[in-house]
């Protein structure tokens, strides 16, 4: 029910939190203004993090959903700019990649992905259309021996920054989900164009990107009629985005330990009235029994975490998150108000959670429809088969 953690991976988390607690955190209010990583990403690329969806074959460590998610968990305690950063590289594009791009690309591009020289980057957005996948208007036709790209991609991390990019496309005006699959486009490609940038309140830029009449080779076409295998590698960021929205709650929870214990009110401190207690214990309670379904549904993937267990942690998690954040300001009165303690950081992070890799909303309809057809009248929930 609970997964036990090996020596290898308590030591591995060690060594991650080490250094994010002492180098990572000093510089996190740095990269609030766009700024990517790139000293945070070299530093990780060292240890190997870069390389954990990679399979050992092309230089990677080849990790399973759980150990990613929980290096994921530490960096985002000290900053969430990096832990977005890492995710690309260790989310689902790097996965759609691995599990399905033919071995000369594999080849060509996870190698650079292990190393930090090869930023990922994933185009799913477009501004008409996030969730409501079937109506992506960007289309890849077949003429001759080429691919030719046409479409808008919007709120796309890393566009300034990646070598590649994953890009989710219908494939010769397929109409439906059915017709969706993805190609790989390479920057500096001809009619690939960064059009707009887009300041996050969490720190990140996020842009929009334009392709018109991007000439592609045959073999950058990784999937065609490929949505079920794309959604099932996506399943994947609905384990990882939570990870990153545990991290944070647990370093605001920390930052108001701390806080409690050092600030004092009326001649003690204020960790010692019991409405501030009743706040620690709440925002403890909270975390924990988050972090359980989320370890659970990380548990199940082989290669990719179970939907719906997936589904319903990253809710969870996302909604803690916010709750967590919130009071940690709370508990720092005014001055959680102020840049001048992380604890703002992380409540501005923790509230992308709910709206990257799935609403709330849509997760929700999707685990409705889900248990409202599958639960056994004899058996109940255990027929639902997340356990």
């Known amino acids: 029910m609970f ?10 988390v060690h060594t991650i939190r080490e250094l994010a607690q002492s180098e990572f955190r000093e510089r996190a209010l740095q990269y ?26 092309y230089g990677g460590l080849g990790l399973p959903v759980f150990d990613t998610a929980l290096v994921l968990e530490e960096i985002a305690k000290t900053c969430y700019v990096t832990a977005m950063a890492v995710l690309g590289e260790v989310g689902v594009q790097t996965r759609i990649i691995s599990h399905y791009a033919p071995d000369a690309i594999k080849r060509r591009i996870l190698p650079g992905v292990c190393s930090g020289d090869n930023i990922l980057a994933i185009c799913m957005t477009e501004p008409d259309a996030g969730t409501d996948v079937a109506n992506y208007k960007t289309n890849t036709d077949r003429v001759g021996n080429k691919l030719i790209l046409n479409g808008v991609k919007t709120l796309i991390s890393r566009a300034h920054e990646a070598q590649m990019f994953v890009v989710f496309t219908r494939v010769d005006k397929t109409p439906g989900r059915e017709g969706i699959g993805c190609v790989l486009v390479e920057k500096g490609t001809r009619g690939f164009e960064v059009t707009g940038t887009y300041h996050t309140m969490g720190g990140e830029n996020l842009h929009e990107i334009r392709f018109d009449n991007v000439e592609l080779p045959p073999e950058n076409l990784v999937l065609e009629d490929g949505f079920r295998k794309l959604l099932s590698a996506f399943n994947t960021q609905r384990c990882l985005n939570p990870s ?23 001649g003690r401190p204020i960790g010692n009235f019991q409405g501030m207690r009743w706040k620690i214990a709440e925002m403890y309670r909270d975390i924990e029994a988050s972090r359980s379904i989320l370890y659970r549904a990380c548990a199940t993937a082989n290669p990719f975490p179970d939907p719906y267990l997936a589904a319903a942690a990253k809710v969870t998690v996302n909604e803690m ?8 300001i709370q508990v720092h009165g005014g001055y959680g108000f102020t840049d001048e303690y992380p604890v703002s950081r992380f409540y501005r992070g923790a509230r992308y959670g709910s709206l990257g890799g799935g609403t709330s909303e849509t997760l929700r309809e999707l685990i409705g429809k889900r248990v409202i057809d599958k639960t056994d009248p004899i058996d109940g929930i255990l027929a639902l088969e997340a356990f």
């Not at 997964?3 to 591995?12: C, G, K, S």
């Not at 700024?35 to 050992?56: D, I, Q, R, S, Y």
């Not at 998150?321 to 940690?328: F, P």
């Open 3 to 12: 997964p036990a953690l090996t020596d290898e991976q308590r030591q591995f």
């Open 32 to 57: 609030m203004d766009g700024t990517f990583p790139w000293e945070n990403m070299k530093a990780l690329a060292k240890l190997g993090v870069l390389g954990m969806a990679v399979p050992e074959e």
């Open 321 to 328: 998150s916010l709750r967590v954040t919130s009071e940690a």
């Open 244 to 266: 990153i929205s545990l991290g944070l709650a647990e370093g605001a929870f920390e930052e108001a330990v701390k806080y409690v214990k050092e600030r004092s009110a009326f």
